[in-house]
């Protein structure tokens, strides 16, 4: 948790950041929005941690459900992503309501297609490009830009002259 720090910005608002290590060892640094930092106060509260996190802190990110303080695997992670979703299915089988499409992505859902379903929910959000790509950690813009999902409608009148 020691990869959290509080800096000011401009406006002297105390803004959250997280620094990872991600894919081919690259350092990238993370907005944590409010709502982040919301839900890992209330995470870490229920560990019995302070709130939030402090400079250098050792405590693990994700702890194993049991709450010993050691450093989960790669594959406990996937087990666990892999359960919630299958949670997810279980509820909404119990909903009654025929969900076979949702059922279906959820089946097939991982950590990676949660990557990539954030990287395109910020463009459908209108994200800047450039601050997808950074938080994405893609070395080019053109790689960012697969997910852009312009509607042709949109895009045909966004070209034509008024």
Known sequence: ??????????????RWWLEITGKGDKERL????????????RY??????AALPYDDET????????GTHRTLTRGAVHLITK????????HLKSTGEVHERATERL???SAHW???TTGSRMMDGQVDLRYVRDNLGHESISTTSQYLHVDDDDRHRATKPD
Do not use: C, K
């Open 30 to 41: 993370l907005p944590a929005t409010t709502e982040l930092m919301a839900e890992l106060a």
């Open 59 to 66: 405590t693990p990110l994700l702890l194993p459900i049991g």
């Open 83 to 90: 359960q919630v979703f299958d949670n997810a299915i279980e």
């Open 1 to 14: 948790m020691g990869g959290f720090s509080r800096q000011r910005d401009r406006e002297a608002q105390d």
């Open 114 to 116: 949660l990557r990539h």
């Open 44 to 49: 870490r509260r229920h560990y019995g941690l």
């Open 107 to 109: 089946r097939q859902a």
